[in-house]
């Protein structure tokens, strides 16, 4: 962060930054309790996960009170108004990755009592993706357009992944009628943890536009193949 005559100018730009920082953490503990619930199929866990929510709204408003102000007040140019408007950004998406923590921690509370290979590959999907909030907020804090782009990159991955567990969900309801209940539920599941992931990449293209000041230059591959996916009944 670059030092301004104004004091105050510089400690609401540390604030700014230390509260998007904060916001970041909690995300990330939201997600790894809710996989943690289910790993361990605890509703207890799970009902954590809905008690915090609120504290993500909070922090959401608490940053865009300060953006406002510092907009208003400090009409800031450059570097600082891309931190600005990056932290107002970051902060959004990471409300929603809290939203999407939630709606994990709900959909698994009605899940049916199992404890199959879906459960487990589930998990491995959203470990993946919640790695990849982690470095995101790692490469704000650091102002490391590097790792921001690896965050990047690692989208396409995470979308085979989702694609992978799509298709075995679907196979698995085809095959037996009995599991349709809990494998749609992990389809919900499986679809907030893809956009989890998809968040984490706004996060590393919001970083790349605070330190560079340019967006990526190409287009953000996807490898989303669900919607074309087609399953047959067995015979």
């Not at 904060?22 to 799970?46: N, P, R």
């Not at 970051?90 to 049916?112: G, S, T, Y």
């Not at 965050?151 to 075995?168: G, K, Q």
């Not at 679809?191 to 970083?207: H, K, L, P, S, Y």
Request: glycine content about 4%; overall charge negative.
């Amino acid at each position: 962060m670059s030092e301004h005559l104004s004091k105050p100018f510089d400690e609401e730009l540390l604030r700014l930054e230390t509260m998007v920082t904060e916001m970041g953490d909690l995300a990330v503990h939201q997600l790894e309790t809710a996989l943690e619930a289910a790993e361990k199929l605890d509703s207890t866990l799970a009902a954590r996960v809905i008690e915090r929510e609120p504290e993500a709204d909070r922090l959401e408003h608490q940053i865009d009170g300060l953006v406002i102000r510092v907009l208003a007040l400090r009409q800031p140019v450059a570097v600082d108004l891309r931190q600005a408007l990056a932290g107002l950004r970051i902060a959004n998406e990471l409300e929603r990755i809290c939203d999407h923590a939630e709606d994990l921690a709900q959909r698994l509370m009605i899940l049916p009592a199992s404890h199959d290979q879906s459960i487990h590959s589930l998990i491995h999907l959203g470990r993946f993706a919640t790695t990849m909030v982690k470095d995101a907020m790692d490469a704000y804090e650091a102002g490391d357009i590097a790792r921001a782009r690896e965050v990047w990159n690692r989208d396409t991955a995470l979308d085979r992944m989702y694609t992978s567990l799509f298709r075995e969900l679907l196979t698995y309801m085809v095959e037996d009628a009995r599991r349709i209940s809990g494998c749609t539920q992990m389809l919900f599941m499986a679809r907030d943890i893809e956009r989890v992931g998809d968040r984490a990449t706004n996060i590393a293209e919001a970083v790349q536009y605070l330190v560079g000041g340019l967006p990526f230059e190409e287009e953000r591959p996807k490898e989303d193949r669900t919607k074309s996916i087609v399953l047959s009944a067995p015979p």
